[in-house]
């Protein structure tokens, strides 16, 4: 019986901690072996993986580096090495005052294919949860793009953290032609309720896979907690793989042909009708705006 199109993901999950950039890059570095050693050909990293920058206000600008720059060069000897893709966001510094929760691309010929930079930012002031709130806007600007990357395996859209409870950041992959969408996060604990909920969600309501890897415990220097348990899920919304409450590397096997199977099962995609949904793209403003106009 023919395999289909099988390829290996893996998600690395890790506490990085602010003030330890250097051991935390070595540790990230000896789990991507791990993943290459278990033939991973698509291998997706947390969000700010190199160092949250929570714990001091200025911080994230000290973890911030260029994009190709010292880290991107490590991962991209990892990426030759075993042959595999990888993806992760880290701060990016652009030289001039600005910075991004940047996502680089790289391919197993270790080359920057591109970057995407996180486009809805975690503004929380108000979580009761969190002592002060976070607003990630005070440190990084936002994306204005989503793109697609056309890997030799899949085409795969990349998303970060928040950008999960916007349905329409993966629709838009999906529309592009997104046949994995990764998501690198630091979903913040005790929310596990929806970071599973969205991740089958999005999965289920897109018939696409969705590969998402988490910062995991709490981090000690800032006292803020995450969820970690990284998780794959696949078209149907079935999880078939999660990661345990620990740093790890969690891999699994995927069949790209599944995709086709689910829409062929139910053509969801076949049966939109977006002439419907006239206001998705438009400020809430203008919507409002129309809608008392009608009456």
């Not at 995407?116 to 005070?138: C, M, N, Q």
């Not at 928040?162 to 994995?180: H, T």
């Not at 062929?264 to 949904?277: F, G, N």
Request: hydrophobic share 40%; net charge neutral.
């Amino acid at each position: 019986m023919a395999r289909g199109r099988e390829i290996t993901v893996s998600a690395i999950q890790i506490t990085a901690v602010d003030g330890e950039k250097d051991a935390t890059v070595a540790r990230m570095m000896d789990m991507l072996d791990i993943a290459g050693e278990r033939g991973t050909q698509l291998c997706v990293l947390p969000e700010v993986w190199t160092g949250l920058g929570y714990s001091a206000e200025k911080l994230y600008r000290e973890i911030a580096e260029p994009i190709p720059g010292p880290t991107t060069r490590l991962l991209a000897e990892k990426a030759r090495k075993w042959g595999m893709y990888i993806v992760g966001s880290m701060y990016e510094d652009m030289g001039d005052g600005t910075y991004y929760n940047s996502s680089p691309f790289i391919a197993p010929s270790g080359e920057i294919l591109g970057k995407y930079w996180k486009t809805h930012l975690f503004d929380a002031p108000k979580r009761v949860d969190i002592k002060g709130g976070i607003r990630e806007s005070d440190k990084v600007r936002p994306g204005n793009e989503l793109p697609v990357f056309d890997a030799d395996m899949a085409k795969v859209g990349v998303s970060v953290c928040s950008d999960l409870r916007f349905p329409e950041v993966y629709r838009e992959l999906m529309l592009k032609g997104a046949e994995i969408i990764v998501c690198a996060s630091a979903f913040l604990s005790p929310r596990f309720d929806h970071w599973e909920f969205f991740l089958r969600a999005r999965a289920t309501e897109n018939q696409t896979f969705v590969v998402a890897s988490g910062q995991y415990g709490v981090e000690p220097k800032s006292g803020i907690g995450y969820v970690g348990r990284s998780m794959v899920v696949d078209p149907w919304g079935v999880i078939v793989g999660v990661a345990s409450d620990t740093e790890c590397v969690l891999t699994t096997t995927i069949d790209l042909d599944f995709i086709a199977e689910v829409r062929r099962r139910y053509p969801l995609i076949e049966q939109r009708r977006p002439e419907l949904y006239q206001n998705i793209g438009k400020p809430k403003q203008a919507v409002a705006a129309a809608s008392v106009q009608r009456r």
